[in-house]
């Protein structure tokens, strides 16, 4: 075989970006707002070799004569070796039953095409697109030069999930059944139906939904989702899930993105997908019921309503220096607008004597500063599977105009990032925003996120890592029904009702990994622990009540299927509120709540108080 490249990594020095942006006072003032010069505190040469490979300016430039893409059955081949094939009648039964990802998908998702040059960041970005969706098991990506040409062949070698996946839930008179495919017809469309009936409902009510994650090549997202209620009473029967959105907060529409309540909706989108994008935007048409608080007799209820959504934004992105290294080419000036409509038909006279459900029109502008790459590593989320890891800097700065009865002004600021250092993985994310109205400064909130995971360990065969993940939120001025409850990271613990307005969790989780694999099944015994405290005005929070959760579990993982993830835990609460002390409870706890923040900067939006 002619000469393989299976990593690509970063081609002009750093010093370049430094020597231009040193040439103004505003550039040196950014560059020091993004870039560390503390060389001890990033991850050893070894590390970083490992997880960002020298440049190869051997195919740097060259053009590319061919792209060659193949795509694998889920079951019994192998991404290296090509002579490996199904010999098991259940492997082949299972491919024959499975339809392949078109090759037209996946070219459709890559950034670099054929009699253009070679990019290595855009050959990496490509590699990392497609590892991305969820009917993708892993890819190989590697080129190979051609003899005494300047032309070489880019090479994809994919491996699908098993995409089907049933869904049958019964519980006493509850009856759930559905069915999803997340590579329809091999073309990487999403299909899912369910549909839901018990005693306490009057009809079966059944939704669907289509999603197309790539329209031709232009990396917009389309997708539609629809429901039939029949002679059901949504907005009373609490049966049917509402997600609580405070009249303060215009991220509702990101909750209607799961199937976990029901939605009429149609939406385009397309987001910074690779640090090179230079366009990002949205349309969204939405109805659902969602629910507000309010009080009633010092204490605190909620009523629902039918309530409908238009949400219309756009972005563009500059790079903030000129040069073509990486670093260059990833650091980019945003700047974001954005249209946000919210209605609420059928008000009821309650909802106007509470003086809640009031009509809003949202009119948001964001700039923002962002630098943004990838590196890879394993044994984070997904066992020996190769994983992208976010690492940078983002700033951002959002103001709004909130139109209601009063207007109300909005100021919002970010700021995050995030690095591979000796140590681990560190990231923190720090958000402000408040409501600025004829009473001063309303409804602010302060949160403050950290993620942290140390260097993979070795105990044998073993493979262990340490994840610790604090989060606090502050609440100032904030309307009387604006109640925080301990939902993030503490499971169970979603009835507590006490008014609060500071939250504060700390979340330690200590993962294994196996070394066996059964039929493509791997485990991961882990232990965890979370402990959280809540706050009311008081700007002390240590002196509440901390409220602990504690326990084990295992962790089920094949790559090879839509569902690649079971876990299995035994959850100990000291004291859960409406229960009392000493529970014991089964699958309370799931390890995805330690995840990675992006440093994208897109739609301009507040910050979320929950």
């Known amino acids: 075989m002619a000469q393989e490249h299976d990593t690509l990594g970063n081609s002009v020095s750093h010093h370049s970006i430094k020597e231009h942006a040193h040439q103004t006072r505003l550039g040196k003032l950014i560059h020091r707002i993004i870039f560390s010069s503390n060389a001890s505190e990033v991850a050893s040469d070894q590390d970083y070799r490992e997880r960002n490979p020298e440049p190869y300016p051997v195919v740097q430039g060259k053009i590319i004569r061919r792209i060659h893409i193949t795509t694998l059955d889920p079951f019994g081949y192998s991404m290296h070796d090509t002579t490996i094939r199904p010999s098991r009648s259940l492997n082949k039964l299972g491919n024959t039953l499975h339809i392949n990802t078109r090759q037209k998908v996946i070219s459709n998702l890559l950034l670099i095409h054929q009699n253009e040059s070679f990019d290595s960041l855009l050959f990496k970005e490509s590699e990392r697109l497609i590892r991305s969706q969820r009917y993708v098991h892993d890819v190989l990506a590697y080129t190979t030069l051609l003899p005494n040409t300047d032309s070489l062949d880019v090479h994809f070698r994919i491996m699908d999930i098993w995409s089907i996946v049933p869904k049958l839930r019964l519980s006493g008179s509850n009856i759930e059944i559905g069915l999803a495919d997340n590579n329809f017809m091999g073309l990487g469309n999403r299909l899912h139906f369910d549909s839901r009936i018990n005693d306490l409902i009057n009809s079966p009510v059944i939704q669907l939904g289509y999603m197309i994650p790539n329209i031709g090549n232009s990396h917009i997202t389309g997708s539609v989702q629809y429901y039939f209620s029949g002679d059901n009473d949504l907005v009373n029967n609490r049966e049917f899930k509402r997600p609580l959105y405070s009249p303060v907060n215009s991220n509702l529409h990101t909750l209607t993105l799961s199937n976990r309540y029901l939605v009429k909706s149609i939406e385009l989108s397309r987001s910074f997908f690779s640090p090179v994008t230079r366009w990002a935007g949205g349309l969204y048409i939405g109805q659902l019921i969602s629910s507000q608080n309010y009080i009633d007799d010092d204490s605190i209820s909620s009523l629902s309503n039918k309530t409908t959504i238009s949400d219309l934004w756009g972005a563009w992105s500059w790079p903030l220096y000129k040069g073509n290294s990486v670093i260059a080419r990833t650091t980019s000036l945003v700047v974001s607008a954005r249209m946000l409509r919210v209605r609420y038909p059928e008000r009821t006279s309650t ?22 790459r990838y590196i890879q590593d394993r044994y984070i989320f ?16 959002t103001t709004g105009l909130n139109v209601q009865k009063t207007n109300q002004f909005y100021w919002g600021l970010k700021a995050a990032w995030g690095y591979n250092y000796r140590f681990g993985y560190l990231s923190s994310h720090l958000e402000y925003g408040t409501y600025i109205g004829s009473k001063g400064f309303r409804q602010q909130v302060i949160t403050g996120r950290i993620n942290y995971y140390t260097p993979l360990f070795s105990i044998g065969y073993w493979r262990l890592r340490q994840f610790i993940k604090p989060t606090v939120i502050i609440g100032i001025n904030r309307l009387p029904a604006d ?7 503490m499971e169970g613990f979603e009835e507590l009702n006490n008014p609060a307005t500071r939250m504060m969790v700390l979340s330690l989780q200590t993962q294994s990994y196996a070394p066996w694999e059964i039929y493509g099944f791997r485990f991961g015994p882990y232990l965890f622990s979370s402990l959280g405290m809540l706050g009311h005005k008081s700007p002390q929070v240590s002196n509440k009540r901390i409220y602990a959760a504690l326990g084990l579990g295992v962790l089920i993982k094949n790559n090879y299927l839509l569902v690649n993830t079971f876990q299995v835990s035994l959850t100990y609460y000291p004291f859960l509120p409406e229960r009392g002390y000493h529970i014991l409870n089964l699958n309370a706890y799931r390890t995805s709540d330690f995840g990675f923040h992006d440093f994208e900067i897109s739609r301009p939006q507040v910050v979320d108080y929950r």
């Open 351 to 372: 909802a106007e004597r509470l003086n809640i459900f009031n009509n809003q029109d949202f009119y948001f502008a964001g700039i923002g500063v962002t630098s943004r």
């Open 382 to 397: 997904n066992y020996g599977k190769v994983e992208h890891i976010p690492i940078g800097r983002a700033f951002g700065l």
């Open 483 to 489: 109640n925080l409850t301990l939902s993030e990271g």
